[in-house]
């Protein structure tokens, strides 16, 4: 297995979800719902396809746990990857959101789910920033090189380099930032919708980049250890080409196998020649979530990967919560180092 590809996930389940207007003036991927569509209509296709992804992952042989989450104010909680990420070692970080409705997505019932079945040591938690206007939302705002330990990061108020270098210092990464736009000259958002890192290829979409030593230098950098890259035009990373995760699953024979889990617009919009690439190191695995990438995210914002070891006594099944908990069970200043 891959310290790049974890082969166990967090899902939620949003039963409300709808596209979040506090984030719509900086995200330009996201997309109002279609005229006569209702709410209550697009949170039941956007439950559907959830499901579809949780689905499709344990059938690939990645073990799933899903949680419930019915609470109307939280249209965003799908995406938990931005509020929280795990580290070999047994480490956790929980991470400071920019949208005032999103910060009530943190959840202790995760945590719990994440002491009582793997190895975790040590959470820190940088939410305490946010009273300040600092941010740093997670592995949306990073794209972390797991292998040769480097946290690729294109600024943006989602993505403050003050907390970026604290993080790094905290969990052993080397920061990489750059800016990148698009043809508009508008700030790309998020990091991960421009780029995925997996164990022997990267997708990424390099000419967004506008500094051209600096991109070389990423360039340089991703390519380390032989890892090929498959460069994305801004048309794909449109189509969330780039918001792609490397994960573990086992083959039919049993065997463990790499799998790449992506949207089917993501999919398409691959050349065959890139997905040739691809697929010399793990198979692509996709999944048609149409009306949740309208809120400007695709299968990678929807998956908190663990990098954590299970504990020996942990069963290989799923974990199913069934109520949302609303409190932020973290202090605000820093660490909780009791998670056994």
Not at 20 to 25: L, R
Not at 180 to 199: I, K
């Amino acid at each position: 297995m891959s310290v790049q590809a974890p082969s166990a996930v967090i899902l939620i389940r949003a039963e409300r979800f709808r596209p979040n207007p506090s984030t719509a003036a900086d995200n330009a991927f996201q997309t109002d719902v279609p005229a006569g569509q209702s709410s209550d209509e697009t949170a039941v296709m956007a439950l559907a396809e959830m499901d579809a992804v949780a689905a499709r992952l344990r059938a690939a042989g990645v073990r799933v746990h899903t949680f419930v989450d019915e609470d109307h104010t939280r249209p965003d909680s799908v995406f938990p990857n931005n509020w929280l990420s795990t580290h070999a070692g047994g480490q956790i970080a929980v991470y400071p959101m920019y949208a005032s409705n999103r910060r009530h997505e943190r959840r202790a019932d995760v945590l719990e789910l994440l002491k009582s079945q793997y190895r975790v040591q040590t959470i820190v938690d940088y939410s305490g920033l946010e009273p300040d206007g600092i941010f740093l939302e997670g592995t949306g705002a990073m794209v972390l090189d797991h292998m040769s330990r480097v946290a690729y990061t294109a600024r943006s108020h989602r993505a403050d380099t003050h907390v970026l270098e604290r993080f790094c210092t905290d969990f052993g990464y080397e920061p990489m930032a750059f800016d990148a736009v698009d043809s508009d000259d508008v700030p790309v958002y998020h990091t991960n919708v421009m780029g995925c890192v997996a164990t022997d290829v990267a997708l990424f979409a390099l000419g967004m980049i506008p500094d051209e030593q600096r991109r070389e230098q990423v360039r340089e950098r991703l390519s380390v250890g032989g890892r090929q890259i498959v460069e994305l035009t801004e048309e794909q990373v449109r189509r969330f080409a780039g918001n792609a995760v490397e994960l573990t699953g086992r083959a039919p024979d049993g065997s463990r196998q790499r799998i790449i889990a992506m949207s089917l617009s993501a999919r398409e919009s691959l050349r065959p020649e890139q997905v040739a690439v691809i697929e010399q190191s793990c198979r692509i695995v996709s999944v048609d979530i149409p009306t949740i990438e309208l809120a400007g995210g695709s299968v990678r914002c929807m998956i908190a990967g663990i990098h954590l070891d299970p504990r020996p006594d942990s069963e290989p099944e799923i974990t199913e919560a069934v109520e949302a908990i609303d409190e932020n069970p973290l202090t605000a200043d820093g660490r909780d180092v009791s998670g056994a």
